[in-house]
Antibody
Framework: EVQLLESGGGLVQPGGSLRLSCAAS????????MSWVRQAPGKGLEWVSG????????YYADSVRGRFTISRDDSKNTLYVQMNSLRADDTAVYYC????????????WGQGTMVTVSS | QSALTQPASVSGSPGQSITISCTGT?????????VSWYQQYPGKAPKLMIY???NRPSGVSNRFSGSKSGNTASLTISGLQAEDEADYYC??????????FGGGTKLTVL
């Protein structure tokens, strides 16, 4: 069974850092593009970042470029996003999602992990 | 990276058909056949309902269909059921090598 399990969310002060993890099971990350998508409380979905199946392509929304870094560890079959210089408007539920290709259609989603940026 | 434009809300009675529009630009919806639609219940993760404009993943009811004309994509739900009441989001690949979502549409089944 294909599953995605996010972890690493929590409360962080403005300007702080956090690393989210997404453990994949039932498939290998290297065979699929992956994305991070966030949803602020009561708001819509916002794509944050993506990585190609080969791992050579990484992509970012303007709102996080230069502050967030997507990566993966194939030996652990785990996707990451390192989030630096966090701001209040980064507060959201963060989902990892498996792509049908790369940046095409997100066919499997994790349950999400909450990130709150507040002093 | 402006969000795609969706109506904030639509409604319909059981058994009826409804259509949700998703308007982008010639740099996203109009250029690529990589439009997807997602269904989301409150407090739950989104679920892929349509990909590549009009394809349904395995297990998705054939009451859901998608289409595109120019810069506007559409999701049609026929034979509306109470369980269809949810938020719906469109997304598209863009020429900037990003993914962009619509603002979301709340579907109410009357």
């Amino acid at each position: 069974e294909v599953q995605l399990l996010e972890s690493g969310g929590g409360l962080v002060q403005p300007g702080g850092s956090l690393r989210l993890s997404c453990a994949a099971s039932g498939f290998t990350l290297s065979s699929s593009g992956m994305s991070w998508v966030r949803q602020a409380p009561g708001k819509g979905l916002e794509w944050v970042s993506g990585i190609s199946g080969s791992g050579t392509g990484t992509y970012y929304a303007d709102s996080v470029r230069g502050r967030f870094t997507i990566s993966r560890d194939d030996s652990k079959n785990t996707l990451y996003v390192q989030m630096n210089s966090l701001r209040a408007d980064d507060t959201a539920v963060y989902y990892c999602a498996k792509d049908r290709s790369t940046l095409r259609a997100l066919e499997m989603w994790g349950q999400g992990t909450m990130v709150t940026v507040s002093s | 990276q402006s969000a795609l434009t969706q109506p904030a809300s639509v409604s319909g009675s059981p058994g009826q058909s409804i259509t949700i529009s998703c308007t982008g630009t010639s740099s996203d919806v109009g250029r690529y056949n990589y439009v997807s639609w997602y269904q989301q219940y409150p407090g739950k993760a989104p679920k892929l309902m349509i990909y590549d404009v009009s394809n349904r993943p395995s297990g998705v009811s054939n009451r859901f269909s998608g289409s595109k004309s120019g810069n506007t994509a559409s999701l049609t739900i026929s034979g509306l059921q109470a369980e269809d009441e949810a938020d719906y989001y469109c997304s598209s690949y863009t020429s900037s090598t990003t993914l962009v979502f619509g603002g979301g549409t709340k579907l109410t089944v009357l």
